[in-house]
């Protein structure tokens, strides 16, 4: 169920009976008639990892297959960046406008139906005859892949208040498990059947996801007092005014994951070209190190419940910009491109789980919204940092990508530094 904040008292501590609360849609009712916060199991929380790691691989899995893409359906080598920013812009798309509906709507339903829909949206792409038709099926498939913030916030939800950002943590690390999983399986699959098996593969998957977390999940009923879709779509712009955390956060998702983007969107130009000439299964072998970070990051929110939010983001942001210097030695040592995306992708993803707890206990009442403003910021991020990766690749090879991530990891700890005592 949504959670209940008395008005006038911090969350967390007791309820009277009777008294009067918020619900998730900002609206006031009676405690007698709210029913309690429903916990979380070890068996919901896994699902909940799994299936959020399954939804967001669906936007990732183009990354080591964009050269077979672009010689499949005749897309310069220039611009085949297009296909993730694509994406990214329908996943901006859905976080302001379906997100919010996590609110407002039993998000059961809400997710169920998301993994329904994009099922059919990945049959598209993997039966795409041309490339516009491509992407404007990845665009659906980015649209509809904000499942995943729909689940965080729904686990958010559930979690106690003392647990949330351990919870958070759990659930993202299967965010980033599977954003970094989809590379080697991808790979994996396109070499074995063609990238689009890639996608016909996961439409299956994600239908049979949809319909187990109808099965398990807990259902919610729809609050007849909360405000209309149009004001809870306004609301997510009128949040991201009134909380200065909200909008220092989501700068700071912004740039690191425009530097994300950096990376992995061009890494597979010059691992798959000779001298070094990786197979897309040897590509997407790298994913697999960053997994190794991922999983050290799931700690970030433990430390955040702790009060150790700004300390996790400084030390994590100094590392992202250190990741940069062994990555630089990528066509003299794959040795050295490997420690570098472990330590990248540690830094990332120890911001990103830090970010999170920090804003979603900002404003129980409002933590789908919250968490639809904040990711905006991180699919602008990922959908710039893609295709200027690309463009900076085709200019000047793969040392300008890497300056262009160290300029950026540096513009995040120096924006950083200069906002830490605001929050």
Do not use: K
Not at 129 to 158: C, D, H, N, Y
């Amino acid at each position: 169920m949504e959670p209940r904040v008395e008005l006038g008292r911090e969350a967390g501590q007791p309820e009277a009976s009777h008294s009067r609360t918020v619900d998730g849609a900002g609206s006031e009712c009676i405690e007698a008639r709210c029913p309690p916060e429903t916990g979380l199991t070890p068996g919901t929380l896994l699902l909940f990892a799994l299936a959020a790691g399954l939804s967001v691989a669906n936007i990732y899995y183009a990354q080591p297959l964009l050269d077979a893409m672009a010689r499949d359906l005749s897309i310069r080598a220039a611009s085949i960046g297009i296909v993730v920013t694509v994406t990214q812009l329908g996943y901006a798309l859905g976080l302001l406008f379906i997100v919010p509906l996590g609110d407002l709507v039993d998000r059961r339903r809400l997710i169920a139906g998301q993994g329904l829909l994009s099922a059919l949206a990945l049959v598209g792409v993997g039966s795409a005859p041309t490339a516009s038709v491509l992407l404007a099926g990845m665009l659906i498939v980015g649209l509809l892949a904000v499942v995943v913030q729909v689940l965080v916030a729904f686990a958010a939800t559930l979690a106690p208040s003392e647990e949330r950002g351990q919870v958070i943590g759990t659930v993202t690390s299967g965010i980033v498990i599977g954003i970094l999983l989809a590379r080697f399986v991808s790979g994996l699959l396109a070499d074995l059947g063609g990238w689009r098996s890639v996608y016909l593969t996961s439409a299956g998957l994600t239908l049979a996801m949809a319909a187990l977390l109808y099965r398990a999940l807990p259902s919610q009923e729809r609050r007849s007092t909360a405000p209309p879709y149009p004001e809870l779509v306004r609301s997510v712009f009128v949040l991201l005014r009134e909380e200065p955390l909200l909008r220092v956060r989501a700068v700071l998702a912004l740039l690191i994951f425009a530097t994300f983007s950096v990376l992995w969107t061009s890494m597979v130009l010059p691992l798959s070209a000779p001298p070094i000439s990786l197979s897309h299964t040897g590509v997407g072998l790298f994913g697999l190190a960053g997994v190794a970070g991922a999983l050290g990051a799931g700690r970030a929110g433990h430390l955040a419940d702790r009060g150790w939010g700004q300390w996790t983001t400084g030390s994590a942001l100094v590392l992202m910009l250190v990741a940069w210097v062994p990555i630089a030695f990528t066509r003299s040592s794959l040795w050295a491109l490997a420690v570098g995306v472990v330590i990248l992708d540690l830094a990332i993803q120890a911001v990103h789980v830090t970010n999170q707890s920090m804003i979603l206990a900002a404003r129980p009442d409002a933590r789908s919204r919250l968490v639809g403003g904040y990711m905006v910021f991180y699919s602008i991020g990922s959908a710039s940092g893609s295709i200027a990766s690309t463009l900076v690749y085709a200019r000047t090879g793969w040392p300008g990508v890497c300056a262009l991530g160290a300029a950026i990891s540096m513009a995040a700890l120096l924006f950083w530094a200069a906002t830490r005592r605001v929050t």
